[in-house]
């Protein structure tokens, strides 16, 4: 079983960064093997995709909303996925979860994927 975990959620100013971290664990967990994604859901809203990353990082996906400002990075050796999050607004609020899948490319939607963690609460003040 496959126990995926973040952290690093907050309470920022407009304007400020935060960065998430997501490590997974699991007797049979391979990173190089899985491909990883953030998703955030802001109340009343569905669980949309943030930004995502393949196996070796070689590609990645971000939402329109958040290019140029957001990063998504990984470590296979230590089995962690992060999201540099910069020049952040108040519509960035919202709980962030990390989600992992099995295969080499990306996924853009949260049915492709089938591991995710339990959440974080990015919360950006105006």
């Known amino acids: 079983q496959v126990q995926l975990v973040e952290s690093g959620g907050g309470l920022v100013q407009a304007g400020g960064s935060l960065r998430l971290s997501c490590s997974a664990s699991?007797?049979?967990?391979?990173?190089?093997?899985?491909?990883w994604a953030w998703f955030r859901q802001a109340p009343g809203k569905v669980r949309d995709i943030v930004a995502a990353i393949n196996w070796n990082g070689g590609n990645t996906y971000y939402a329109d909303s958040v290019k140029g400002r957001f990063t998504i990075s990984r470590d296979n050796a230590k089995n962690t996925v992060y999201l540099q999050m910069n020049s952040l607004k108040p519509e960035d609020t919202a709980v962030y979860y990390c989600?992992?899948?099995?295969?080499?490319?990306?996924?853009?939607?949260?049915?492709?994927?089938?591991?995710w963690g339990q959440g974080t609460q990015v919360t950006v003040s105006s």
């Open positions: 989600a992992c899948r099995t295969g080499l490319n990306i996924g853009t939607y949260s049915h492709e994927y089938d591991d």
């Open positions: 699991g007797r049979t967990f391979s990173g190089f093997t899985k491909s």
